[in-house]
T-cell receptor
Framework: GAVVSQHPSWVICKSGTSVKIECRSL??????MFWYRQFPKQSLMLMAT?????????EQGVEKDKFLINHASLTLSTLTVTSAHPEDSSFYIC???????????????FGPGTRLTVT | GQNIDQPTEMTATEGAIVQINCTYQ??????LFWYQQHAGEAPTFLSY????GLEEKGRFSSFLSRSKGYSYLLLKELQMKDSASYLC?????????FGAGTTVTVRA
């Protein structure tokens, strides 16, 4: 159980275009989803936290107008990178949690990641 | 802010034991996690500590000392497939903050 999928797994786009990444919890309802970014040989950096039906909470330094997050249902969250530039090339990973109290030991499950390359 | 430190790289031979240390200074603490991440893949959960002491799970064990802000992950009977990055993460207010990861290389 507790499977999280991401689509696409790999995408190349031209500078100035927008890219949408989907994150789905396949066998549980995710009340909270997290979006991370990871540059080569660096750790995961939390970009934003989204709760179903409400606006996402962005971490300091993350542009909310550039990284649009929508958590329209309990099983789907999307991250749209708008007007992408080469410096946005990174590995984007989503994570989902199904326990609304957030107290269980390892209730945060990670998707397989999306590698974005902006040319 | 969150400050989580772990060594960058470690190398060991097959069958050996390796200990990966993690020290943290965070504004709060609700638990410490260890994840394994192979290149180009998402992290997979290994262990969780919220109370002081040792948690053992097969070949992997994790230790926590909250007063010292210190944890370690112990990998026993190393196998080639254990070559990966190991991430220490601290949870506070439902968010995980990650260390930079320790790349473990297992040699035959």
């Amino acid at each position: 159980g507790a499977v999280v999928s991401q689509h696409p797994s790999w995408v190349i786009c031209k500078s100035g275009t927008s890219v949408k990444i989907e994150c789905r919890s396949l066998d549980f309802q995710a009340t909270t989803m997290f979006w991370y970014r990871q540059f080569p040989k660096q750790s995961l950096m939390l970009m934003a936290t989204s709760n179903e039906g409400s606006k996402a909470t962005y971490e300091q330094g993350v542009e909310k107008d550039k990284f649009l997050i929508n958590h329209a249902s309990l099983t789907l969250s999307t991250l749209t990178v708008t007007s992408a530039h080469p410096e946005d090339s990174s590995f984007y990973i989503c994570s989902a949690r199904g326990d609304p109290k957030g107290e269980s030991s390892y209730e945060q499950y990670f998707g397989p990641g999306t590698r974005l390359t902006v040319t | 802010g969150q400050n989580i430190d772990q060594p960058t790289e470690m190398t060991a031979t097959e069958g050996a034991i390796v200990q990966i240390n993690c020290t943290y200074q965070t504004s709060g603490f609700n638990g410490l996690f260890w994840y394994q991440q192979h290149a180009g893949e998402a992290p997979t959960f290994l262990s969780y500590n919220v109370l002081d002491g040792l948690e053992e799970k097969g070949r992997f064990s994790s230790f926590l000392s909250r007063s010292k802000g210190y944890s370690y992950l112990l990998l026993k009977e190393l196998q080639m497939k254990d070559s990966a990055s190991y991430l220490c993460a601290v949870r506070f207010r439902k968010k995980l903050s990650f260390g930079a990861g320790t790349t473990v290389t297992v040699r035959a």
